[in-house]
């Protein structure tokens, strides 16, 4: 039997952005006015996804439609402050790091498991929390690991993307979560499929657009804007 769950009302192609997540290198983020003009600090060019699906449910929370269609500076300043709310500012951040560093199968001493690996706890700690918001009804924020290493450069290369249904196969284990990615605008058919019976695995999250690209993934609590976005 396949359980098919959606948030009702929601498609990419209609709520999500028509742009694509992508600026150019000389375009700063963490704007800040002062009386000398607006300050930023670090290029935009590795995208603004984050902000960009807060952005999203602030504006789907609100019922507000139709979402901008260019990225105007008032646009772009809003998606910078939702960045830093999606990134959890100051702490949250840290989960993207520990992630990177994890194996994505668990360590074991003695058959003792030491440490989860990525796999588990995409499976066993992550999806629960998923499904239960889109039980809900309610889109889920889910942050995307993409690379390892202990590098915090490398922080900006993992990936936030939005779902807002899945369908999941009871007897396989099999599950496909659907998704608004930034990175491709208008697309209502994106999604991320993995299979929960073994969490040891070791396997990747597979992107409908991009393959096996995403180690693991997450569930990134989210709270709407109290006031509605003026875009």
């Known amino acids: 039997m396949t359980l098919s769950v959606r948030v009702a009302d929601f498609r990419p192609s209609v709520h999500g952005f028509p742009f694509p997540n992508c600026y150019p290198k000389d375009r700063k983020f963490f704007l800040c006015d002062t009386p000398f003009g607006a300050v930023g600090v670090a290029d935009a060019s590795r995208g603004l996804c984050g902000g960009m699906i807060f952005t999203v449910m602030d504006l789907f929370h609100h019922r ?79 942050g995307l690991v993409k690379m390892t290493g202990v590098s915090p450069a490398k922080l900006g290369m993992n990936h936030q993307v939005l779902g807002y249904g899945y369908d999941l196969d009871e007897q396989t284990g099999d599950v496909a979560v659907h998704i608004y990615d930034p990175n491709y605008p208008g697309h209502d058919a994106v999604t991320l499929t993995w299979n929960l019976t073994d969490p040891e695995s070791g396997k990747s999250v597979a992107h409908a657009c991009e393959g096996p690209s995403v180690r693991g993934l997450f569930y990134t609590e989210y709270r709407p804007s109290p006031i509605p976005p003026v875009l």
Do not use: H, N
């Open 64 to 142: 507000i439609t139709p979402v901008p269609a260019t990225p105007t500076d008032p646009v772009f300043r809003y998606f910078c402050r939702r960045l830093f709310a999606s990134w959890g500012v100051p702490f949250a951040w840290v989960k993207y790091w520990d992630w990177q560093l994890r194996p994505m199968v668990s360590k074991t001493v003695a058959g003792v498991r030491v440490r989860d690996g990525v796999s588990r706890l995409t499976c066993e700690a992550e999806w629960p929390k998923m499904k239960a918001a889109l039980d809900r009804g309610e889109l889920a924020a889910l």
